[in-house]
């Protein structure tokens, strides 16, 4: 394998082993927000705009089961998920982990779908790069 051949290989299935953990690890905590998640109501109290974005990523505020107000912000992000400043939204949340909710929309539900799809494109780039060696 020649140099070039080596640099388009390893970050292709470091990417692509990077994008399939995060897949799994979001699939998984899905799997027991389905199971075991508390079901409740979200607002969009702030917005805020990271560096690298183009658009306003949204915080969400709820109230736990214990009264407290748990803020985060959700993992797809985008000009098109519609969360302006006021959105109420549905939340679920693990009883013992407040701080990694999601919010319950199919849209934000399959969040996973697309990182398992990256990792995919990633690793077929590296078995193509291997194959034609």
């Not at 394998?1 to 290989?9: C, D, K, P, Q, W």
């Not at 399939?20 to 109501?41: C, F, K, S």
């Not at 000009?79 to 693990?94: A, C, E, K």
Request: hydrophobic share 45%; net charge positive; glycine share 10%.
């Amino acid at each position: 394998m020649t140099t070039r051949e080596v640099i388009g290989f390893v970050p292709a299935v470091l990417a692509g082993l990077l994008c399939l953990w995060g897949g799994v690890r979001e699939a998984r905590l899905q799997a027991r927000l389905r199971r075991y998640g508390v079901h409740t109501a979200g607002v969009v109290v702030d917005q805020t705009m990271a560096p690298s974005d183009d658009y306003l990523t949204p915080v969400i505020e709820f109230t736990d089961r214990q009264g407290r107000a748990v803020r985060f912000t959700p993992v797809v992000t985008g000009s098109r998920m519609g969360m302006d400043l006021g959105t109420h939204v549905p939340v679920v949340y693990l009883p013992e982990q407040p701080e990694n909710a999601r919010v319950s929309t199919r849209k934000h539900r399959r969040s996973h779908v697309s990182l398992f799809a990256g990792s995919m494109i990633f690793l077929g780039s590296a078995l193509w790069v291997w194959l034609t060696r």
